[in-house]
């Protein structure tokens, strides 16, 4: 599981967040989980769970970026190894 760090939201209303997934295997990781799809409230936190489907062996990689609307990104290396 990769979880968003909690961050302070100085607003009253939810703050939209965007998950993608990008990279050279970007395929293979797939979001399972994202209670962080409406939207973050203030002082507020989410998760997301990330599943790896390996289509051959060897390693592979991607990166998970979480964006919001006022410009902050924060991302998350990903990788796993098929075996």
Do not use: H, K, W, Y
């Amino acid at each position: 599981m990769v979880r968003i760090p909690r961050v302070r939201i100085p607003r009253e209303d939810a703050l939209a967040i965007t998950i993608v997934v990008s990279g050279p295997d970007a395929g293979l990781f797939q979001v399972a989980a994202n209670n962080c799809a409406g939207g973050l409230a203030s002082s507020g936190s989410c998760s997301l769970t990330v599943r790896f489907s390996p289509t051959a062996l060897g390693a592979r990689s991607a990166t998970l970026s979480a964006s919001d609307v006022l410009g902050g990104t924060m991302t998350a290396a990903l990788s796993g190894t098929g075996i």
